[in-house]
């Protein structure tokens, strides 16, 4: 079984501090790795994708990859209360196949 | 900015019923996919479908679910006889082919509710 596991939450940062969500997978044939936005009620809004062991930086946001420890996590830097949502971490085996997620992470920015 | 599009947008049906969920993926987009979110539960993969056939399902998508592609623009996620526990939202994704990480870009999504 394809496992990706993630911290349910809920996490709470002030408005400006950096919020850490992190995620490890179980798969260590899984080839890219994928952070959703989810707001209630809402679908999944990509933010971004990473493939590559290291860090990848769009914006505010820098999502790190470590394939050898199986982890992925996704900063948000200058946390702003729009980014209260539920993450969601996904994996992915090969190009173009099925995304496996997890159960998403709660996070709350107060102003 | 393209995006995925669904509709309707809720669907109420009686148990035993047939329901159609139509997409209408990225225009340049050839790969495409179902998924399903309980309420308070995890994104599940149903179905992917490529040049006009199914590429992979899960063990979700049983013989009362099927999906056709019927023109050059729609994609739809039809259940035969609907259960109770087919109350969910349902998402279509669809992806272009030729990026390298294969992001998939979600439609808004069909509450389907079934009584």
């Known amino acids: 079984q394809k496992e990706v596991e993630q911290n349910s939450g809920p996490l709470s940062v002030p408005e400006g501090a950096i919020a850490s969500l992190n995620c490890t997978y179980s798969d260590r044939g899984s080839q890219s790795f994928f952070w959703y936005r989810q707001y209630s009620g809402k679908s999944p809004e990509l933010i971004m994708s990473?493939?590559?062991?290291g860090d990848k930086e769009d914006g505010r946001f820098t999502a790190q990859l470590n394939k050898a420890s199986q982890y992925v996590s996704l900063l948000i830097r200058d946390s702003q209360p729009s980014d209260s949502a539920t993450y969601l971490c996904?994996?992915?085996?090969?190009?173009?196949?099925?995304?496996?997620f997890g159960r998403g992470t709660q996070l709350t920015v107060w102003p | 900015e393209p995006e995925v599009t669904q509709t309707p947008s809720h669907q109420v049906t009686q148990m035993g019923q047939e329901v159609i969920l139509r997409c209408v993926p990225i225009?340049?987009?050839?790969?495409f996919y179902w998924y399903r979110q309980i309420l308070g539960q995890k994104v599940e993969f149903l179905v992917s479908?490529?040049?006009?056939?199914?590429?992979?399902k899960s063990e979700i998508f049983d013989d009362q679910f099927s999906v056709e592609r019927p023109d050059g623009s729609n994609f739809t996620l039809k259940i035969r006889s609907t259960k109770l526990e087919d109350s969910a939202m349902y998402f279509c994704?669809?992806?272009?082919?030729?990026?390298?990480?294969?992001?998939?870009?979600f439609g808004p999504g069909t509450r389907l509710t079934v009584t």
């Open positions: 225009s340049n987009h050839l790969y």
């Open positions: 994704a669809s992806s272009e082919v030729l990026r390298v990480a294969g992001e998939q870009y």
């Open positions: 990473i493939y590559s062991n």
């Open positions: 479908f490529y040049n006009n056939e199914i590429s992979e």
């Open positions: 996904a994996s992915r085996g090969s190009t173009l196949g099925r995304l496996y």
